[in-house]
């Protein structure tokens, strides 16, 4: 059974930072793309970063691009979220996802159709 597990939201003030984390059991992590997306009351899940599952390319949504970095370590099965910077905008739930398929790079990494498990979510609250 896969499973992803977040951790690292908080409550933080606007300008500061947090690292979100997401490990992967049950399927074998190196081989698969992952997703960040957030989420917040009475909207649609959107899109934040993704990472091929070499690590050798990355894609940001443009309200974060320069402030998030996404990356992965395979040794750990884990991948990350370096959030800096943030707004009050940023608050919302954080959800990280792998991809449906090994090894494949096509289609749209900012589709949440591509990605068929989800971790629980993580809050993240920034203060303005």
């Known amino acids: 059974q896969v499973q992803l597990v977040e951790s690292g939201g908080g409550l933080v003030q606007a300008g500061g930072s947090l690292r979100l984390s997401c490990t992967v059991s049950g399927r074998t992590f190196s081989r698969y793309a992952m997703g960040w997306f957030r989420q917040t009351p009475g909207k649609e899940r959107e899109f934040v970063a993704a990472?091929?599952?070499?690590?050798?390319?990355?894609y940001y949504a443009d309200s974060v691009k320069g402030r998030f970095t996404i990356s992965r370590d395979n040794a750990k099965n884990t991948v990350y979220l370096q959030m800096n910077s943030l707004k009050f905008e940023d608050t919302a739930v954080y959800y990280c996802?792998?991809?449906?398929?090994?090894?494949?790079?096509?289609?749209?990494?900012?589709?949440?159709?591509?990605?068929?498990?989800w971790g629980q979510g993580t809050q993240v609250t920034v203060s303005s």
């Open positions: 990472i091929t599952w070499s690590g050798g390319s990355t």
């Open positions: 996802a792998i991809r449906r398929i090994a090894y494949y790079s096509g289609g749209s990494y900012s589709n949440n159709l591509h990605y068929d498990y």
